[in-house]
């Protein structure tokens, strides 16, 4: 039976579970497998590495027993855990059983699940994870497009705590121009990561790609939150018009001198 190189990641939110993934999957990226597990349909950590690491392979969690089943020679899988799962009672096939548990952990964490769970710990970000009563929200907006304006405005107040104490946030968002913006917040950093997806302009019509936000916070005003988000969302004709005016721009050097 084929060994598989296969890691597991768990750790708190924000502390970088993402990003220490991402480094290691730069250096080996065409043989790089990634999954996510507790993400179910807000896939924001998948669509962001496939975006920034190419030739890494992001595969659906619904199609893991069947790889592992028949699995590609020579790959490394790395399969992210949410914070929020229980280690403790966490059922995986068996092919998964002989594998590298890795914890990033925020720097000086006390004694924790993690730790117990994990065969190496990694320094992360000093993301706070001390919220007695914190609650995960989680909105797909596939095929929304919204308007830049709007959008860093309900970001600003967001994460200043207008709706709520936000202890992590983030998000990939297609706006008016285009773009696919990645937006990464963790309570007690300087500020809000702000990203441009390496993905091509969506021009024709709503965009057939993932987008979608995640929050970790206490005493979240989840409905407030989502009529907020969908005021900063464009009806077609306006995203018709907007779009149509990117096209009809002329490119960089097509100018009349």
């Known amino acids: 039976m084929q060994t598989l190189d296969i890691t597991l990641v768990a750790g708190p939110s924000g502390a970088g579970k993402t990003t220490w993934i991402q480094q290691q999957a730069h250096a080996i990226a065409d043989t790089a497998i990634y999954l996510s597990l507790g993400a179910d349909e807000t896939l924001i950590d998948a669509a962001y590495l496939a975006a920034e690491v190419p030739g890494l392979t992001v595969l659906p969690v619904i199609q893991l027993t069947d790889f592992l089943e028949r699995p590609t020679d020579g790959g490394s899988i790395y399969l992210e855990l949410g914070f929020h799962l229980d280690l403790t009672s966490l059922i995986l096939p068996d092919q998964i059983t002989a594998c590298r548990r890795v914890a990033v952990l925020p720097p000086e964490t006390r004694h924790t699940e993690w730790q117990d769970w994990a065969d190496l710990m990694v320094t992360g970000a000093e993301a706070k994870f001390t919220l007695q009563h914190s609650h995960l929200w989680r909105s797909v907006l596939s095929g929304q497009v919204l308007d830049p304006a709007s959008l860093n405005t309900f970001w ?61 916070g206490e005493t979240l005003e989840q ?35």
Not at 157 to 175: N, P, S, W
Not at 230 to 247: G, T
């Open 156 to 216: 600003y107040e967001l994460t200043q705590g207008a709706y709520g104490t936000v202890q992590r946030a983030k998000g990939i968002f297609d706006v008016a121009d285009g773009r696919s913006l990645y937006f990464d917040f963790v309570a007690g950093l300087s500020e809000t990561t702000y990203l441009e997806l390496n993905l091509p302009l969506w021009l024709n019509g709503r965009p057939d790609r993932f987008s979608g936000i995640e929050l970790v």
């Open 223 to 257: 409905e407030a939150i989502a009529q907020t988000l969908k005021e900063c969302c464009l009806e077609d004709h306006v995203i018709a018009y907007y779009q149509k005016q990117i096209k009809d721009s002329p490119e960089p050097g097509d100018e009349v001198a």
